[in-house]
Structure formats: C-alpha cells, structure tokens
C-alpha cells in the first residue's frame, strides 16, 4: 500500500531488493485532475484502488532511462502520458508522450534539474521549491541509511564533472531527498548533500569559474537580465553572491534599500550606472560600490549604454541576519523576510495607529 508522506499530498511505496541490499522507491503527487507518478514500481490490486480513489494517474514522470519501471501499466489503467527529459527521451522502452528541458515546470509545483555526466545522460531530478524537497532517480543513493552515496566511478560517464554537477542539487538548500533507490533523507538534506560532495570532490566543490556560471532569465520587463547563482553552488550559505548579466537598456532590479542586510557590488564587465537616492554612479569594470543599511544604501543597478554589463552582487543572506526588511521608494512598498525565509510584499502607506482595526472586533 502507499505510504503518506509530510508533504501535503505526496505519497510513497517501496519494494526490497535483496541483491542491491535497498529498497527501491516511488512516489505519488495529488494534483488538480489526477495523480502524478515518479519512477513507478509494481503496484498490487489495492494500491491500484487506493490510486482511483485519489484520482487515478493522469501524468507518469520518468527520471532516467533504467526507471521505465511499470510505467506502461499505469498508462494501461489509467491512460496516463508518460513524461521525460528531452535527452533522455529517445533511450526508453516506450513511447513518450511528452519532454521537458530542464528548469521546466514538469508538473504544478515540480521543476526539472538536469543532472548530466552520470549513469545516463539526460538524467533528471524534480525540485519541489514549496516543500524545499526534490526527487531523485539514480544520481543520488541513500546508502548508508541517513546518509548519500553515487553509483561506481565505471558506471558514471565522467564521476569528476558528475560531482560538480551535482552542486545544482546542492544550491537548492533542501531539507528532504525523496530518493528513488535506498532510504529517502527526510531532514536535514542540505548538510547530507554537502558531506557526500566533500568526499566525491573534496575543496574543488567550493569553486567555480566565471565561465562554469549558467544564467536564466526569470525577471519581467525590463528586469530581463540574465541571472547566474554562483555562492549557493559553491557552499556559501550565509553570504549570497550571483552574477547579474544587464543586456543595454535593462534595470536588474527596482530602487530598494535594507534595514539590516550590506550588499556590495563589483563590475566585471561593461559601465552600468547604479542609481541612489541623491546620485546616479556611472561605473567602470573594477569598480566596487558599497551598500550600507538605511535609507544611504538605497540603490538599482542599470544599464543605458550600448554593451552588456556584468556585475557581482554580494550580500548577507535574510536567514544571517534574521528578521529582515526591504524598502522600495517607486513602489512604496515594503518587503519582509521571516527568519524562515518567507518573504511578505505589502504597501509602505499608509502608516496603521497601533489599534488599527482593533477596536472595531466584536466583543
């Protein structure tokens, strides 16, 4: 029978393999208009009902090409599409009604992570940002219970750049690994993930080169600039840094100014301008400008000139500095960060009396 996991809506089961000394797991999530299943192994005649009642299969998510697994049989049953990463794609037994790329949302809540240089190329993870948990196919062993292992070196295309590649696991701060072979870690994945790299790669984990930085374009007009993590990849946890590509005539981010976080920047390349209250900076490659906390700090980096900018942003992550506010002067708003790291954007003004709404209450 499947198994309910902490995660709203997330469930498990699992089979022993005796010869591989590990159970082999797969997971199930309740999505608007059927259920989503990863890697999915066998399932008897009650778990089959148990999975109608919930729903049925509507999608079946394949990380890699040896976790083909009784996919077909829940396409059988429920007329499920069966999804893969578009490299991997081609190498499976059955068709493949869909791909992805990765940093695609596969499913609601469910990003892809590609994970190249292992036992096949295309090789997938799912990262589920609102649970800060992510699913993981062969990349990724839980053995020793409670901690991580890899496949032997003979079985990885190349286990020196597999290593690093699995930084990209590693920057996403997790608190749970459901792994699909061995014991699922549960707690505490993030420190999990960094011994198991520190052993692969020992102290080249902690660097990476200027042209090692992928870049993805998340903001909207006319924040399109190109943003690349470099400190959570590398270890940092505490101080953040990224390297913000600014095409001509892009702004990285709004005006704003922190109540307790510094933030500097560094320009690598290109003569961005870096607007404050009372100045506009016009910069040059070298150049380092300082962010101190209050009103003084207040900045936006942009770029009105005919090349591309590159700049380093440094600065103390919210969960260093513990409760944590951002002010935006355009917008007149406010933004607040809980120890937790949970961000609330509200309005500036106007100013609230202490018994705002108090009075009011009925009695």
Not at 66 to 86: I, S, Y
Not at 317 to 325: D, P
Not at 334 to 354: E, F, H, I, K, S
Request: aromatic letters at 8%; a negative charge; proline letters at 8%.
């Amino acid at each position: 029978m499947l198994g309910r996991l902490r995660i709203p809506g997330a469930w498990m089961w699992s089979a022993w393999q005796a010869d591989r000394g590990m159970a082999f797991n797969s997971y199930l999530f309740e999505r608007d208009g059927g259920c989503v299943a990863i890697d999915p192994l066998p399932l008897d005649p009650p778990a089959l009902e148990q999975i109608a009642g919930l729903g049925g299969v509507r999608a079946v998510v394949l990380t890699n090409r040896d976790h083909e697994r009784d996919a077909q049989a829940l396409r059988d049953r429920f007329g499920a599409r069966v999804l893969a990463g578009k490299t991997e794609a081609p190498r499976f037994g059955i068709p493949i009604d869909a791909t992805f790329d990765d940093r695609d949302e596969v499913f609601p809540g469910a990003i892809a992570t590609a994970l190249p240089f292992g036992k096949t190329p295309g090789e997938i993870a799912l990262h589920l940002p609102g649970a800060r948990a992510a699913i993981v196919g062969d990349a990724l062993l839980g053995v020793p219970a409670g901690a991580l292992s890899v496949l032997p070196s003979e079985k990885l295309e190349n286990p020196a750049r597999f290593a690093l590649a699995l930084r990209k696991l590693w920057a996403l701060e997790l608190e749970t690994l459901l792994l699909c072979d061995g014991q699922p870690i549960f707690a505490a994945a993030d420190a999990a993930i960094g011994a198991l790299l520190e052993g692969l790669a020992g102290p080249s984990i902690h660097r990476i080169n200027l042209d090692e930085i992928e870049y993805a374009v998340l903001r909207p007009e006319p924040f399109t600039c190109d943003d690349g993590e470099v400190g959570l990849l590398i270890g940092s946890r505490d101080i953040g840094y990224r390297l913000a590509r600014i095409p001509p005539g892009k702004t990285y981010c709004p005006l704003h100014w922190h109540v307790r976080g510094e933030e500097f920047f560094y320009v690598v390349e290109g003569r961005p301008k870096i607007r404050m209250l009372g100045d506009t900076l016009e910069c040059r490659p070298g150049d380092f400008i300082a962010f101190p906390t209050g009103e003084t700090g207040t900045h936006q980096v942009l770029n009105d000139g005919a090349e591309p900018a590159l700049v380093l942003l440094v600065g103390i992550e919210e969960r260093a500095v513990g409760l944590e506010a951002c002010f935006y002067p355009d917008s007149d708003k406010v933004g607040m960060w809980t120890p937790a790291g949970r961000l609330r954007m509200l309005r500036a003004t106007p100013d609230l009396n202490y018994y705002e709404g108090e009075l009011e209450r009925p009695t």
